[in-house]
């Protein structure tokens, strides 16, 4: 599917295949027999799948590099302490997967077995998924259009055996793109808790994420809170207090009140976040009372809380799950 | 499909650079943004030309939000930042009619715009075009460099921070630029380093090294390290004169150096 009319209806659309932009579109007989509109098979299969699954909750910013995957990670560290929740970790994000090295998991490679694709597992109670484990060397590159991104997307919900699990995490890339209507509507049938949203404080990144709130309420994904990131830095000599990215228009708080979103929390720039990445360790462990460690366990308590709230109300209510 | 390569619409644009990363955030959009200027304050005409769809940073950056886009007879006209009318720029996020709407297309829809990025808008005489584009090596990355690829040699600009994070997803793009035929000039490490403006300690918040690690293992040049300045971020965000802030800042002579070597690299500019 290289070359696509400029005013192309959407393959699902009532219009595919039929409008006048759709003449010499390579595509136009496979849009007008209407099987654009079929609904994909591997959505039941994938909601059947998700039934081991508790809780599903993806990742989002909107902006790159607010730290979605640090969070993603730490967050799956955090709900794996309890050594009775079972917590899987997916990456979807296909051209720039940083799960592995951020888990301390590169150079693994995933097995089959006869009941699909094993993860990786950190952990007995904490499994990982990335496209990641799926290349040979760390300089292979994933040079996928979005239809090919979208066909892992749909195996790694499928065919990944997860097993029970209590946390489903999705890290996303930035964005609002293919994988991010990929994971929505694979997941459509299967019902997703919700979506965390990262940010930090400046204005540049604030006006991604209000596009990536947008986009939520396109889809009709619940949003679960966000979280601003690298919120602040102390020196290490002298204590004080900066603002690396400067909260120009109020910072997430200013964003969330006049959105009406809750703010989950502040996480403060440590280095040793990032030196932990690097070495594939959990920030937990190695800076357990940093205020940057305070402020994720405060956040990962609140999804907690979210979490549970939204189990007993869909246990307690009789109305058919809208999605 | 095109049998013409007639230049058409990139007819007077002397070099073309497209500035990539492979990892999010790492300031591609900024450093795009600050090469123009540092080229402009070299004396250079500059075009800025934004091929992230989904996040689209510069007009912001640039104080140019909201501005209309206006036709001519030769497609659309670029947007000129500038009073002198020597930097101009094109930008999805001129024709958003909402700066908060989302742009939620899949990659068809985004390569298409893109192609029309490249071939519809009148930039005129310019030294140089910046590309500024979305992290990773999909769809827009794909569209840009074909559509360019007819009417010039395109190189390109490759940015990361200090962290081996960053490293690890940068190196993809390295291997990307040399599957699809694309010459690096450089790697440009930024956020390097924090100097505290109460005590003047400096601080590796993302780590260290990671910018000539990267240049040592795709053999490449490295080009310079920018520090981090929150108070050119503040000006970024807050609408300043760039054309002003941007000397005062302790990253101005790392942007400096940087320019300069790759004006001296390109082969004969304007003079």
């Known amino acids: 599917m290289e070359e696509v009319p400029r005013d192309c209806p959407g393959a699902d659309s009532a219009q595919a295949g039929l409008g006048a932009s759709c003449q010499g579109c390579p595509n136009q007989r496979l849009c007008a027999s209407g099987a654009g509109a079929a609904p994909d098979p591997a959505i039941e299969e994938i909601k059947e799948k998700m039934k081991t699954v508790k809780h599903k909750i993806l990742v989002l910013s909107g902006k790159g590099g607010v730290g979605k995957s640090t969070f993603s990670a730490h967050l799956a560290y955090g709900l794996a302490e309890d050594e009775n929740t079972q917590v899987a970790l997916l990456d979807i994000d296909i051209c720039g997967p940083s799960i592995p090295k951020i888990m301390g998991l590169e150079g693994e490679q995933v097995h089959q077995s006869g009941s699909g694709w094993s993860p990786v597992y950190v952990e007995d109670n904490l499994g990982v998924m990335s496209v990641g484990f799926l290349l040979s060397s760390p300089d292979d590159a994933v ?103 400067p909260p120009t228009s109020g910072g997430a708080e200013a964003m969330c009140q006049d959105l009406k979103i809750p703010l989950l929390g502040k996480v403060p720039l440590d280095p040793h976040i990032g030196k932990s990445c690097d070495k594939g360790q959990s920030f937990f462990v190695e800076a357990p009372d940093s205020p940057a460690t305070l402020g994720y366990r405060s956040i990962i308590q609140k999804i907690q809380e979210f979490c549970r709230l939204h189990q007993s109300k869909e246990e307690t209510s009789s109305v058919p799950k809208a999605c | 499909m095109e049998g013409d390569t007639e230049p058409g619409n990139l007819a007077g644009v002397r070099h073309i650079i497209l500035v990539l990363s492979g990892k999010g955030g790492v300031g591609k959009s900024t450093i795009s943004t600050e090469l123009a200027l540092a080229l402009h304050h070299e004396g ?129 793009e390295l291997t990307f630029c040399k599957k699809i035929g694309l010459q690096v000039m450089g790697v440009v490490e930024n956020m390097s380093g924090f100097v505290c403006p109460h005590c003047a300690e400096c601080t590796s918040i993302f780590s260290r090294g990671g910018g000539e690690e990267l240049a040592r293992l795709a053999g490449v040049p490295f080009l310079g390290s920018v520090p981090l300045d929150p108070e050119l971020t503040r000006s970024l965000e807050e609408g300043h004169d760039l054309t002003q802030e941007l000397p005062k800042s302790p990253a101005f002579p790392a942007l400096t150096s940087i320019a300069r070597k790759i004006l001296d690299s390109l082969p004969t500019m304007l003079s």
């Not at chain 1, 939520?216 to 102390?234: A, Q, T, Y």
């Not at chain 2, 390569?111 to 310019?126: H, M």
Request: hydrophobic share 40%; glycine share 6%; proline share 7%.
């Open chain 1, 143 to 245: 040079i996928w259009r979005g239809p090919k991104k979208n066909g892992m997307i749909k195996q790694f919900l499928r065919d990944v055996d997860w097993g029970d699990v209590d946390y489903l995490l999705v890290d996303t890339p930035p964005g609002t793109s293919d994988e991010h209507l990929s994971v929505v509507q694979y997941l459509a049938a299967a019902h997703i808790d919700g979506a965390v949203i990262i940010t930090t404080p400046q204005e540049i990144s604030l006006q991604d994420v209000r596009k990536e709130i947008n986009f939520c309420h396109k889809v009709k994904l619940p949003i679960i809170g966000v979280v601003e990131n690298m919120s602040g830095f102390v020196c290490p000599k002298c204590k004080k207090e900066s603002q690396i990215f």
């Open chain 2, 44 to 172: 250079k005409k500059v075009g800025i030309l934004d091929v992230d769809l989904c996040g689209p940073s510069i007009p912001r950056m640039l104080q140019a939000q909201g501005k209309a886009v206006h036709q001519c007879d030769r497609g659309w006209v670029p947007v000129f930042v500038d009073r002198e009318q020597s930097i101009s720029l094109m930008s999805v996020g001129f024709l958003l009619e909402n700066p908060d709407e989302a742009v939620v297309w899949r990659g068809p829809k985004k390569n298409a715009l893109i192609k029309q990025f490249v071939s519809d808008v009148a930039w005129g005489e310019l030294d140089c075009l910046v590309v500024d584009t979305p992290p990773g090596t999909s769809d827009e990355h794909m569209a840009v460099v074909e559509a360019l690829r007819p009417y010039r040699p395109l190189r390109a600009l490759v940015i990361t921070t200090p962290q081996a994070v960053s490293v690890g997803d940068v190196r993809r």
